[in-house]
């Protein structure tokens, strides 16, 4: 008898079990399983803790982007006010939040470049160009630098890039009629600097150029003519 009753004691636990399980597998979203029902305490935790994660690598974004926009702000400020090492320091603190960016080596090679230090610009571009190779603005600082100290090979290599680039720049044109002079190349001085004069016909230095460079060919008419030119072009602002 005693028997009887703990068999039917357990054959209604289990019945009630098996109805409970049923019941919470009803609940449960088609094609979970039922260990990972959201009534479950740990995966109720777990959701809250990825939620947490989630909100605060947003925090971080954002909290990244507003220090980035600062740093510019501040290098573009003191850059301004002639405070070129702040400046310098804006930009370091921005090389540590922002990805990798060729702009801020260039930015620091511009401020090395004002206070005089041509070997930290020298570097500075060259590392702008390490990250990315088609930067004509770096590759013409570059030049420049290497032109004031007398490095006209590289120089010339790099206004090639410049020209490859960007076919129609001013800048490029005309410094490489100036190493053509150096070499004492007067045909392709002329060409380069005819070149840099119809991209910009109102560039005064050039039209002087353009004349010297005649001059030094014997082409006294021609010389003349662009001497001429630049005056007229000083007259109205050129």
């Known amino acids: 008898m005693e028997e009887t009753r703990k068999t039917g004691t357990l054959l209604m636990a289990s019945s009630q ?4 399980a049923a019941a919470a597998e009803a609940e449960a979203p088609k094609g979970m399983p039922l260990r990972f029902h959201v009534r479950s305490p740990l995966m109720a935790a777990v959701r809250v803790a990825g939620g ?8 971080t974004e954002l909290h990244t ?9 501040d290098a573009a400020r003191d850059e301004k006010r002639g405070k070129y090492g702040a400046a310098l320091g804006a930009l370091r603190r921005l090389a540590r939040f922002a990805p990798p960016d060729p702009t801020v080596p260039y930015r ?9 230090d041509d070997d930290e610009a020298y570097r500075c571009h060259q590392r702008a160009l390490e990250l ?10 570059l030049a420049i630098l290497c032109m004031r100290n007398q490095a006209d090979d590289e120089a010339f290599a790099h206004l090639k890039k410049v020209t490859a680039l960007q076919p129609n720049h001013f800048a490029a044109h005309y410094r490489m009629g100036i190493l053509h002079e150096r070499k004492g190349q007067c045909d392709e001085a002329i060409g ?10 109102t560039s005064a230095k050039v039209c002087q ?9 014997g082409m006294q008419a021609e010389a003349l003519a662009c001497f001429k030119e630049a005056l007229a072009v000083e007259e109205i602002g050129g």
């Open 108 to 116: 620091m090679g511009i401020l090395h470049e004002k206070m005089g």
């Open 65 to 73: 982007d507003d220090a980035i926009a600062l740093c510019w702000k």
């Open 17 to 20: 079990n098996g109805a409970d």
């Open 132 to 141: 990315d190779g088609d930067q004509p603005d770096a590759h013409l600082r």
């Open 192 to 201: 380069a600097f005819k070149r840099a004069r119809e991209i910009n016909p």
């Open 52 to 59: 947490i994660v989630g909100l605060y690598k947003r925090c």
């Open 209 to 217: 150029s353009l004349g010297f460079a005649y001059e030094t060919k």
